[in-house]
């Protein structure tokens, strides 16, 4: 069961997200924030494993709540997933930045939605890889690393292995791609994450292009 917290400041929009994600089997929502500051609060008293967290909040926005989140050590197994009004909002690479693991625009479809949440919440891949690496390219401008290392502590086939990551790929994408078994794939992306420091895929693909491992324009 994916226990899932809500957090915007619309009344309306938060009953419509908990009405979709209580119809939807193995999820269920824990809790509704109308603010950041509220949001990191029900996280933990819920013991949320997911947060769908809207970017535009009072008291505290949604990038400093999952700033919160991720620096919050009893915190360290949920996920964020923020939500936009636009697909183009640079707040997302900032949301990234602060431990997000992947972004929706709110006029997605209900079903988008729900695989979102089972995406993030397994930690598998980053979500909508192909707008989320636009949104890269397009303000990733100044350095300001994510991760405790960088691409030069790993090996060459790890390197790869990120760059592939870095584009979007799954595990399974990634093994089909460089010859190798889904659980190989599944192992250096671990190995990786755990060599960075990174908390889930997205501060992957962030440490990827701001090192320079992968460049605007060769998705």
């Given at each position: ?42 996280a933990r008293s819920a013991r949320a494993d997911l947060v769908v967290m809207d970017v535009r909040m009072p008291d505290v ?159």
């Amino acid at each position: 069961m994916i226990r899932v917290l809500l957090a915007d400041d619309q009344t309306l929009v938060r009953a419509a997200f908990a009405m979709l994600v209580e119809s939807a089997p193995g999820m269920a929502v824990v809790g509704q924030a109308g603010t950041g500051r509220e949001a990191v609060e029900l996280a933990r008293s819920a013991r949320a494993d997911l947060v769908v967290m809207d970017v535009r909040m009072p008291d505290v926005d949604g990038i400093e709540a999952t700033r919160l989140i991720a620096a919050d050590e009893d915190l360290a197994g949920v996920k964020v997933l923020v939500l936009t009004t636009y697909d183009t909002d640079e707040n997302i690479v900032e949301a990234l930045r602060a431990g997000a693991s992947g972004f929706l625009v709110k006029d997605t479809r209900p079903a988008e939605l729900l695989d979102a949440i089972r995406t993030v919440a397994a930690g598998e891949a980053l979500l909508s890889p192909g707008p989320t690496a636009r949104l890269i390219e397009r303000f990733l401008r100044t350095p300001a690393a994510p991760v405790a290392g960088g691409p030069e502590c790993l090996s060459e086939r790890e390197r790869e292995v990120l760059a592939l990551v870095a584009r979007g790929l799954n595990n399974t994408e990634v093994a089909d791609v460089l010859g190798l078994s889904p659980l190989t794939a599944k192992t250096h992306v671990s190995r990786i994450m755990g060599k960075l420091g990174a908390r889930d895929r997205a501060q992957l693909v962030i440490v990827a292009y701001e090192s320079g491992l992968v460049r605007p324009g060769s998705m």
